[in-house]
């Protein structure tokens, strides 16, 4: 048991050894993702639609809770109230759906971004900058210029 342990430091070191000299060879960035996301006027956009969107569904609900209100009978109110949530839950989920799309074409478009601005610049490799203590060349300021 105490061997295996043992060939397995020894395996994990050599192939930290080994990343690191490749790496050695290679120039590196790192990247802000976060402050370039931040920066981004895709993201600025979608929020704001998003906004419109979430305002619109609180009119609808007032629009829709008046009408259930103005129902005489229990039975109507109920039956009324049942659709309306379902109604509800389907809007929601539409949003919601809505909004993953347009956040992963954003999220594909800003990576893209990133990858030909280190190419272009001659990365080699590209890190998060919140993983990152020490080292690499920030280009976060190039990749907010390039991103739309």
Do not use: H, P, R
């Amino acid at each position: 048991m105490k061997k295996k342990i043992l060939s397995m430091v020894i395996l994990a070191g050599l192939a930290l050894t080994m990343g690191s000299a490749a790496m050695a060879e290679g120039k590196i960035a790192v990247v802000d993702v976060q402050a370039v996301v931040a920066k981004s006027a895709q993201v600025q956009a979608l929020k704001k639609e998003q906004q419109t969107k979430l305002k619109d569904l609180e009119k609808w609900l007032k629009v829709a809770k008046a009408d259930v209100e103005k129902q005489k009978t229990q039975e109507g109110k109920e039956k009324l109230l049942k659709k309306y949530n379902s109604d509800f839950e389907k809007k929601k989920a539409e949003i919601s759906k809505n909004y993953k799309a347009k956040l992963q074409e954003i999220d594909k478009s800003i990576t893209e971004t990133i990858v030909t601005v280190a190419k272009s610049n001659g990365y080699d490799m590209i890190i998060s900058k919140g993983v990152v203590i020490y080292g690499g060349d920030d280009i976060t300021a190039l990749v907010q210029k390039t991103v739309k």
